[in-house]
């Protein structure tokens, strides 16, 4: 389990810069599309005093991106949460047969 939340922190914290990031974008006013039709390595910027529609668009979509391995991060680590309960030798560990023997000593 110590991998995966190596890995969750890992995705939060690469959301947290890639927001950081379209945040920097949003205050310049100039960004390069993360993902664009026909690609290529040679992306020119896109200026929101030039083309305001076609940077909203492309704004649009990279706060979207950022947003994913922050989400997947925190889904990761409610897995991980699941799961501890489920294992027997993790602390968080509910098992039915204590709580009826306990159940059982309080009646007596």
Avoid: H, Y
């Avoid at 927001?19 to 390069?32: A, F, Q, V, W």
């Amino acid at each position: 389990m110590t991998r995966f939340r190596i890995g969750g922190w890992a995705l939060v914290t690469l959301s947290a810069l890639m927001l950081l990031l379209c945040i920097r974008d949003e205050l310049r006013g100039s960004t390069k599309p993360r993902f664009r039709r026909g690609g290529g390595l040679l992306q020119e910027p896109i200026v929101k005093s030039v083309d305001p529609g076609t940077f909203r668009n492309a704004m649009s979509v990279n706060w979207v991106i950022s947003l994913g391995p922050g989400v997947l991060g925190l889904f990761l680590f409610s897995l991980i949460k699941s799961q501890e309960s489920l294992d027997p030798l993790s602390p968080d560990f509910k098992s039915p047969a204590a709580s009826e023997d306990w159940n059982n000593k309080a009646e007596k």
